[in-house]
């Protein structure tokens, strides 16, 4: 197989995004998937015009094998790699779990700082370069493309670096990667180290230098970005930054820096920038592990603006406030929260959403009356503005959830049941217990049985907000209430209290209809 070409030029304004989340992102703890996951989230990587995916590292164990060779064989696209230590054993296990990939490189590692060297290889200058020197040439001959790391490159003395480098290169690496193990650059210095060895390390024309950078110092991207200016034709990334310790540098973060600076980086990805925020939620999901609402580009907060002004400024032109628009990232859309920094004008573009249109003098009301509550939740919902524009409680009803009680029943069949008390002005306080299949149904029963009113779920919607006195949930329901479709929205200590006042609120916007009792009633008067 030939080591002397590679799927894209080595030069211009192309730089290659490697992708380690299923490597170097996955062994940190918390995040380890199976290989049914990894290939899942391999697939949209590829979708993702990402250029290599590095699967795994296969010879770390027969799981991690496998994994790779699942991804060979049903992900097409990218360039398929695996690491590899210095080792034969290693290099004849990657190459066989690559088998099945149209396109597979091999990424060998090898520690060359004193502190590595000395602590944990044993291994003089002169025996590292032996063992580059043996394992490269072993590897040129089983795999399309090689790559050669110089662990913990950034504390290594200058002229072995080079002299690593140079004899990796001569011996069929096509990628050099200058690592941050330890994440202990900064961009001046990564910037200077990669120039010196561009001048200094003789090479084939086609061999390219790579940026692998680590989080530790919260600098991993800028140090990427600085060895883009530098040379660098290459970045190691995660989606989400996930990885070793404090993580990687941000997949995400470095494509959109690219993307919206040309002015500073004249080189860009392939990468379809429309796959991040999708991308981000899948890993999410599989690993379970969320990222902070202020992340860059995928944080829920970053296409959010509560501040009156700053909502003013996106009403009339967004490119005040957001120097990206959220499509571009594939997010669902820019979102101005409600709350106690937000302005009128944010408040009456979102009643006029919900149907609205106050006059001066009663959007001034309802906007004290606005700020009264997001002084109280933080967050004002829906729900909440609807309640404030119809003069209804808070919850949107009469009644009131008083208490809850939940019980599962033991056996192979257990069944929910809910105990609801609710109160209301002229009957006092009413409970009664029903069952269901789930808690909320079956506290939707016993609402239903206090109330004397039936109502089919179309749709129930939660979620959990941050509120000035702690967490609340939100429910928004959808019923339909004799023939005609209702919604109802409210907020509540949990899910379940949340849905019942949701259900209450829809029972209020649309009222029992009246017997012919009332109905006479009603005419006399």
């Known amino acids: 197989m030939s080591t002397t070409a590679i ?30 996951q990894k290939v899942e989230l391999a697939q949209l990587l590829a979708a993702m015009h990402v250029d290599v995916i590095e ?25 398929l790699c695996s690491l590899s230590r210095a080792s034969i054993g290693d290099i004849d296990a990657a190459a066989e779990a690559l088998a099945p990939a149209r396109h597979k490189r091999i990424h060998i590692f090898l ?30 001959t089983c795999f399309d493309e090689v790559e050669f790391s110089a662990e913990d490159a950034l504390r290594t ?49 086609h061999v390219i230098f790579s940026a692998h950078c680590h989080n530790d110092l919260g600098l991993a991207v800028s140090n990427s970005l600085a060895a883009v200016q530098a040379g660098a034709r290459q970045v190691e990334c995660a989606i989400n930054g996930i990885g070793e310790r404090a993580g990687n540098c941000s997949l995400e973060e470095l494509v959109m820096a690219l993307n919206v600076r040309p002015d500073i980086f004249p080189v860009a990805s392939r990468v379809d920038t429309t796959q991040l925020w999708p991308a981000s939620q ?24 509560e501040a009156g002004i700053h909502q003013h400024g996106m009403i009339a032109d967004r490119r005040t406030y957001e120097i990206m628009t959220p499509e571009s990232v594939g997010a669902p859309g820019s979102e101005l929260v409600l709350g106690k920094h937000s302005g009128k004008h944010a408040l009456n573009q979102r009643l006029a959403q919900l149907g609205y249109q106050p006059d001066p003098e009663r959007l001034n009301a309802v906007f004290r009356d606005f700020k009264r509550l997001a002084d109280a939740h933080g967050e004002v919902t829906d729900a909440d503005l609807v309640s404030l524009m119809e003069g209804y409680s808070e919850s949107g009803s009469a009644w009131q959830v008083m208490r809850t009680e939940l019980r599962t029943t033991a056996g192979p069949r257990p069944k929910q049941f809910a105990r609801v008390e609710l ?52 429910a928004e329901i959808e019923v339909d209430l004799e023939g005609q479709r209702v919604r109802g929205r409210a ?34 008067m």
């Open 55 to 79: 699967a795994g590292f296969a010879a770390a164990s027969p799981g991690d094998a496998a994994a790779v060779n699942d991804i060979a064989r049903e992900v097409e696209g990218p360039t």
């Open 7 to 36: 799927n894209h030029p080595a030069t211009g304004d192309h730089v290659r995004i490697f992708d380690t989340t299923l490597r170097d992102g996955e062994q940190a703890p918390g995040f380890s998937m199976t290989p049914t």
């Open 157 to 205: 003395e200058d002229d072995f670096l080079t002299e690593a480098m140079a004899c990796a290169a001569a011996y069929g690496a096509n990628v050099l990667n200058v690592p941050d193990t330890v994440g202990v650059s900064e961009p001046g210095e990564i910037r200077r180290v990669f120039e010196r060895l561009m001048r200094e390390v003789e090479r084939p024309e």
């Open 111 to 140: 520690a060359t700082s004193p502190i590595h060297r000395e602590a944990k290889l044993r291994m003089s200058r002169l025996e590292v370069l032996k063992a580059i020197e043996t394992s490269l040439s072993h590897a040129a």
């Open 423 to 474: 109160s209301h002005p002229d009957r006092g306080r009413v409970s009664d217990i029903a069952s269901g299949e789930g808690p909320v149904a079956a506290a939707f029963a016993a609402v239903q049985r206090i109330t004397g009113r039936t109502a089919d779920v179309v749709a129930l919607e939660t979620k959990m907000l941050r509120s000035q006195t702690g967490r609340e949930f939100v």
């Open 491 to 524: 907020r509540g200590p949990d899910v379940v209290t949340a849905a019942i006042d949701s259900l209450l609120f829809a029972f209020e916007r649309q009222p029992a209809p009246q017997t012919q009792h009332q109905a006479a009633q009603t005419a006399v």
């Open 282 to 305: 899948k890993l999410m999901r599989l690993t379970g592990a969320p990222v902070a609402p202020n992340k860059a580009i995928v944080g829920k907060n970053a296409f959010a603006h």
